[in-house]
């Protein structure tokens, strides 16, 4: 069964299949990685970004990437908006957030559930593009555009979030709220606006990662379920907060898994990467890439 | 329109007497059953409900039974087994119904078999596979065309041998049924003398099946037994178009579910071409038979509207068609007596609008009704095409072919 | 009291610790004679807070020993130290937040009393009630902990400190943010506690607190020791000077 | 204290005594199922409220936990066909191992890390029970029940009762823990670990212990599931919805007393069943997602949490 062709085809597969993990995880590790906010319910925004990128391509068959990028500024304003919600119920109060912030979201995420139901049913949906289901051929290697684009896509997504968190004024200010918000809070920046902000472009980021989703594969309704664990592996594994970790994470991940899928015991793929998970957690808490505590 | 909908479910089973409130002063006859509302198998379980509302609304529109008419209770068991056992109880020692009709898919209705067999109910099965091979509850008929267990794997390895196929790829989700289907291929491949080269079972939830594809592909194959679940199905195959699948491969397919399912079909369109796969019904003419034509007329009007398949080829008609056999079994027996009603199911045949049915001393189908077509000149974007004959060629078994299978797979695709 | 004429009841030797690449620590060295009354002073960032992390277990250090009562604890957990009768208040105060004042320090008595004393729930009670007491809380002691005024937390923190009977407390700048007469009350209480016979090491910016508390002083910067002895010898110190005080 | 203890075991003799009654009076078979599975959630919601609760470690496994004592039944009964007792009891003691092994890899971590540590404990488990052929792997097995034991007549009111039983231990145990140095020790490093530990509390070991026991009392209370459904399939018994109801019950029932997950799980419990043989509809879902969201946001100490601020304004009011 081994062969070293096989191997490199599986890595390179696993390579894109990690961006496009990545892609979906980016806003988690903000939300999640930077500001703290179990946020459990960033699955479900998710699903919820594909089926109104499905809704603009089914009906006025808008480009699933530009729908995608079509729906950011109203995923940003969901986003003001989700957090805001959240602040007023839990950080205002004071301290514990913590179980009931979660709870707090597996509300939300069965509430997004139920409307795409009722709006939807229970059918798998997909879009259709250019795109979708052609492939790139190098040499005997083939390799799907829908994965390219996954690619693509993440690869941009991680280099404006690394500048943006680094280059920009409001960025930095994320990045500060995230290591001490009293500090911030002296300098006479107000926290909460900016974590609020931050929410918003962790949200908005859903949009386009949304969009690679349906993409890349059907969606239903129900689908965040499978990603609560896999997203969550990402953030965790690659150490909060650090963009660029969260995308080399993804990709071993990606790798750890197609290669399990390709050439060992298929079956067994989930165990292997929440093992390395578990891992990882176990030698280095902090993740690959953590700042330290 | 939300609300509609969420009335739509939640009313039907309360006021469904409206309409036919002029048959006689007597109880009505209920029949009653769970059924995936939620969950993975929700969208199997909403079409299959559907089919059996549509032969409610008939029969009480004929009347009713015995002068009493019909009345459905139906909960929703979230496609988990977990909940089946006190929902099957509240029906029998509370609703205290007529009649049991078994939930949609195998994993709701095993845990029902022992508390069915130990009451002495007639139950009529819904699509469950083998479930009562350790029971051995003599009241079980399973409505499903799988016919013997080997029976499904045999068709679709038959058509590989004839076409001149020596290896096999098996290729199955590590779920329920699919891993029943794939240890039945497994043991007609070696009946058969084929060898099999490639056996996997990729997790349920996978994302990217281009990898795995590629072994398979590796390992060089002229038969892929696929056993898949919808989102699967749709992963898989795209894959394949992608990727290729290699030239020696002159079969494909077999056991995916999903590809039966019209919105599963409209958004995989041109990929389904040459795929042969496995059907419960399909628009050729050989499978109309007394009323399908009527029952399809009134499934499609209301399926729009419910939000289920549009198409509910595949489970929809065999709702009916339970609906049918209790109604011709309690007409010729006059009561509503289990014992006498499971004799007449197990020692007659009976027509429906699924073909004639006879059950086997195990209460599956005496033959299998499985049948297994070639998808032909399918087009994007078109959920209509699939209701003309032609686009589905059936292969399996002789007496409904339609037309021959066409290889090697790359070539059926183009 | 010169170092060395008698056994010390804390030994801190060599010790590194580095963050990162940071080096927060870099080769300390010091001896603590017992019922001393010794001040930590040094500039923000200066060291203080992670050597008195190191001395109650909350970091481990490598490489370095702490000895306590002519034991190694080095590889101890915090909790064990506590037991062994280190005690600490923190910078900014931490308590728990579920309880009542009395219930803040029945933790501490129901897991690092002294057990050869106290045995029955009667008496926990009283102990916490006579700690509570000392301290001017026993008013407090069913208030929330969340109810409490700043000195009456910082107050709490050292009573619950004493809970753990310790023979080492570690008081980390526990006069930050109070106002003149407050700093006085806890200085008074601190001093109180000294009497008793207990070692306390006291963090602290309020140079003129630290300066009438100390027996001893000893100035950190940049994780080194740069002055050590009598407070006017530390206040004398050039270096100290410059890197303290002077601007 | 003590007459509260008279009370409380009064209470417990009498809820067992009226179980017992039920199975010999009922002959309706309904209720049994109903309230086996409410008894069920309330043992997972007590047990999980001990370490989720008190120390404030979400576990995220509580199906893992279920589904293991659901496999160590189905394997134990295939392999030697031992009576139920025997069972529940080598569940318990799997769930106490594998409480133990998960706790020492995951609960040096902080809070949130432990929670994503459990969700990838679960996957793997799940996994590696899928393979395993010998309990049936991913098609499942099915189970065919011993005859029933006397007084009962049926083996359902006796799983029923069994459940019973167990809620009353889950229970008695959760309350002791509430009331001694363990629940004092978990409650201080709940608000602040390092404090706690430099308070002289063993928090890691405390921890332990509370992951043991919640471990233990989960699994033992999935056993029994496996001659309750007579079949068993690692998608239904690792369920996603245990850990999230376990969860969603402590939290409206409120966390800081022993009584909030009992009246949560009854609560949530009841009301899906209800739900389940009414509207039986994706509505089911929204009711949970709704109740979740209800209940964090305007009574954050659960219902227990409630009860006491109108108690406490009534006295207020009264002095």
């Not at chain 1, 974590?195 to 059907?218: C, E, R, S, Y």
């Not at chain 2, 089946?84 to 029906?91: C, D, F, N, Q, V």
């Not at chain 4, 067992?16 to 049994?32: E, R, S």
Request: with cysteine; proline share 4%.
């Amino acid at each position: 069964m081994f062969s070293f062709e096989l191997l490199l085809d599986a890595v390179v597969i696993g390579v894109l299949l990690g961006c496009f993990y990545a892609a979906v995880s980016l806003g988690l590790s903000i939300s999640f990685g930077l500001l703290d906010v179990p946020h459990v319910a960033h699955p479900a925004f998710l699903v919820l970004a594909s089926y109104a990128v499905y809704f603009l391509n089914e009906h006025y068959g808008v480009d699933p990437l530009l729908a995608g990028l079509l729906i950011t500024p109203l995923f940003f304003l969901f986003g003001l908006f989700a957090y805001r919600l959240y602040y007023e119920t839990f950080e205002r109060r004071g301290s514990d957030a913590g179980v009931r912030g979660i709870a707090f979201f597996f509300g939300i995420a069965f509430i997004i559930e139920v409307l795409i139901i009722m709006q939807f049913g229970v059918d798998q949906r997909s879009v259709t593009a250019d795109y979708v289901g052609k492939a790139w051929r190098i040499g005997e290697m083939r390799i799907p555009f829908r994965l390219v684009v996954a690619f693509v896509v993440a690869a941009a997504l991680t280099i404006l979030l690394t500048l943006y968190l680094s280059r920009t004024f409001m960025g930095r200010a994320i990045r500060a709220v995230a290591q001490d918000q009293e500090a911030l809070r002296l300098m006479g920046a107000n926290p909460i606006r900016i974590k609020q902000w931050a929410f918003g472009i962790a949200t908005a980021v859903l949009g386009i990662a949304g969009a690679l989703l349906i993409i890349v594969a059907p969606v239903e309704p129900t689908l965040d379920r499978t990603y609560i664990g896999r997203t969550f592996c990402v953030v965790v594994m690659a150490g909060l907060g650090s963009m660029s970790g969260t995308l080399v994470a993804a990709i071993i991940l990606g790798v750890a898994e197609t290669v399990v899928l390709t050439l060992f015991g298929a079956s067994w793929a989930p165990a292997i990467s929440f093992a390395m998970l578990l891992g990882v957690l176990a030698v280095r808490p902090q993740g690959l890439f953590g700042r330290r505590s | 329109m939300k609300r509609r909908t969420l009335l739509g479910g939640t009313i039907a089973v309360a006021v469904l007497g409206l309409t036919t409130a002029a048959i006689g002063q007597q109880a009505p006859i209920k029949i009653g059953m769970s059924m995936a509302q939620t969950g993975g198998l929700a969208g199997g379980g909403k079409a299959s409900l559907l089919g059996i509302e549509v032969w409610r609304d008939d029969v009480n529109a004929r009347g009713g039974l015995l002068g009493r008419k019909v009345e459905l209770v139906v909960y929703d068991d979230k496609s988990s087994a977990s909940e089946t056992p006190a929902i099957y109880s509240k029906l029998l020692d509370v609703d205290k119904v007529d009649i049991l009709f078994a939930p949609y898919a195998t994993v709701p209705t095993a845990p029902l078999m022992p508390l069915v067999k130990q009451r002495g109910m007639l139950l009529m099965g819904n699509f469950s596979f083998q479930v009562n091979s350790k029971v051995g509850h003599d009241m079980w008929f399973n409505n499903a065309p799988w016919g013997p267990a080997d029976s499904w794997a045999s068709s679709f390895l038959d058509l590989g041998q004839k076409a001149g196929g020596k290896t096999i790829a098996l290729l199955a989700a590590d779920q329920e049924f699919a891993q029943n289907l794939a240890k039945t291929a497994r043991e007609v491949a070696t009946k058969l003398g084929m060898q099999v080269v490639f056996d996997q079972a990729y997790p349920p939830s996978t994302v990217e099946f281009s990898g795995i594809l590629r072994a398979l592909k590796a390992a060089k194959p002229d038969i892929v037994y696929v056993a898949s679940y919808p989102p699967d199905s749709a992963g898989i195959l795209r894959a394949v178009n992608e990727i290729g699948i290699g030239d020696n491969v002159k079969l494909f397919g077999g056991g995916m579910v999903g590809l039966q399912f019209g919105t599963v079909m409209e958004n995989l369109g041109s990929l389904l071409n040459g795929v042969v796969n496995y059907n419960t019904w399909l628009p050729e003419p050989q499978m109309y038979n007394d009323g399908t034509k009527a029952f399809f007329e009134a499934y499609t009007k209301r399926a729009v509207e419910a939000k289920v398949d549009p198409l509910g080829y595949y489970l929809a008609p065999y709702g009916y068609a339970n609906g049918q056999m209790i109604e011709q079994a309690i007409k010729a027996v006059g009561s509503l007596d289990q014992k006498a009603l499971a004799k007449y199911l197990r020692e007659k045949t009976h027509k429906t609008i699924v073909g004639s049915i006879t059950f086997a001393a195990d209460g599956e189908w005496k033959e299998t009704g499985v049948v297994q077509a070639q998808f032909r000149g399918i087009k994007d974007k078109n959920i209509e095409q699939f209701r003309s004959p032609g686009k589905q060629v059936i292969l399996f078994p002789a007496k409904m072919k339609s037309g021959d299978l066409i290889t090697p797979f790359e070539a059926a695709r183009k | 009291m010169a170092p060395g004429s008698q056994a010390p009841l804390l030994r801190i030797s060599a010790l590194t610790k580095r963050f990162g690449g940071f080096i927060a620590l870099d080769n300390v060295s010091v001896d603590i004679p017992p019922g001393q009354r010794f001040g930590l002073i040094g500039p923000n960032g200066s060291g203080k807070t992670t050597l008195i992390n190191c001395i109650s277990g909350a970091f481990r250090t490598e490489p370095g020993t702490v000895t306590f009562r002519d034991e190694d604890i080095t590889r101890l957990a915090p909790h064990i130290r506590t037991r062994r009768g280190i005690a600490r208040s923190f910078q900014i105060p931490r308590p728990f937040r579920s309880m009542t004042v009395a219930e803040n320090l029945m933790v501490g008595l129901d897991f690092a009393a002294d057990t050869s004393v106290i045995v029955s729930e009667a008496q926990r009670r009283d102990t916490m009630m006579s700690i509570l007491t000392r301290m001017g809380l026993a008013s407090k002691a069913n208030v929330s902990a969340t109810k409490l005024s700043q000195v009456e937390l910082r107050k709490m923190e050292l009573a619950r400190a004493m809970a753990t009977h310790p023979k080492l407390l570690i008081s980390d700048e526990a006069m930050a943010g109070l106002s003149s007469s407050e700093v006085d009350e806890v200085l008074d209480l601190l001093m109180s506690l000294a009497d008793q016979d207990i070692t306390i090491i006291m963090i602290e910016h309020i140079m003129q607190a630290v300066m009438r508390f100390s027996e001893r002083v000893m100035c950190l910067e940049a994780g080194k020791i740069i002055a050590i002895g009598t407070p006017d010898q530390v206040m004398a110190n050039q270096r100290v000077q410059e890197a303290y005080l002077g601007t | 204290m003590k007459r509260n203890g008279m009370y409380f075991w009064g209470g417990a003799a009498l809820f067992l005594a009226g179980a017992l009654l039920m199975t010999q009076v009922i002959g309706n078979q309904y209720p049994f199922f109903a309230c086996y599975v409410i008894l069920q959630f309330i043992v997972l919601a007590v047990a999980w409220s001990i370490l989720g609760g008190y120390a404030g470690y979400v576990n995220f496994g509580t199906s893992a936990f279920f589904g293991v004592g659901v496999y160590t039944a189905v394997f134990l009964f295939k392999a030697t066909g031992v009576p139920l007792a025997v069972q529940i009891a080598a569940a318990a003691a799997v769930g106490a191992l594998m409480g133990f092994a998960l706790g020492l890899l995951t609960l040096r971590m902080q809070g949130i890390f432990f929670s994503i540590a459990t969700i990838a404990a679960t996957i793997i488990i799940e996994t590696a029970i899928t393979n395993w052929r010998y309990v049936g792997g991913a098609s499942g097995i099915q189970l065919q029940r011993p005859a029933v034991m006397a007084p009962f007549d049926n083996y359902v009111e006796m799983l029923f009762f069994v459940q019973a039983v167990m809620v009353v231990l889950a229970v008695a145990i959760s309350r002791y823990i509430q009331n001694s140095w363990i629940g004092r020790g978990l409650q201080a490093l709940k608000d602040d670990e390092l404090a706690a530990e430099c308070t002289g509390v063993p928090t890691l070991r405390l921890k332990l212990t509370a992951c043991v026991i919640s471990g233990a009392l989960m699994c033992a209370a999935g056993a029994p599931a496996a001659m309750y459904l007579q079949y068993a399939d690692p998608a239904s018994a690792f369920n996603l919805n245990y850990s999230v109801s376990a969860l969603a019950m402590s939290l409206i029932g409120g966390t800081a007393h022993w009584a909030g997950p009992v009246i949560g799980a009854i609560l949530l419990g009841v009301t899906q069943q209800l739900l389940t043989v009414t509207i039986s509809s994706e509505v089911n879902v929204l009711v949970l997602g709704v109740m979740l969201v209800l209940f964090v946001v305007a009574a954050p100490e659960g219902i227990v949490g409630l009860i006491r601020k109108v108690r406490s304004k009534r006295n207020e009011g009264e002095g």
